[in-house]
């Protein structure tokens, strides 16, 4: 079962004005949204999950794919 990739924001450009710039795949998950999904760092990266603890952005469809993620390892038989 592979892990779920980080999907973070694109950095607007500011010669671009308000033009939403869109998402890409990120480094990994922040630490706000490990801890949204019941998850540490140390925990996280056991599981083979990716831990960028530069970014302090919590976005909701990561916490999602997060829990999706941790149900899946559960009905898998695997401890978390």
Not at 5 to 13: E, G, N, W
Not at 37 to 47: C, E, H, I, N, V
Request: hydrophobic residues 40%; charged residues 35%.
């Amino acid at each position: 079962m592979e892990p779920p990739k980080a999907i973070v924001k694109k950095p607007r450009l500011v010669k671009l004005g308000p033009v939403d710039p869109g998402v890409r795949r990120g480094r990994g998950f922040s630490l706000g949204e490990l801890a949204e999904a019941g998850l540490d760092a140390k925990k996280a990266r056991k599981l083979g999950l990716h831990v960028d603890t530069r970014r302090r952005t919590v976005h909701p469809w990561n916490v999602e794919a997060l829990k999706k993620y941790i149900e899946r390892l559960r009905e898998a038989g695997v401890e978390v």
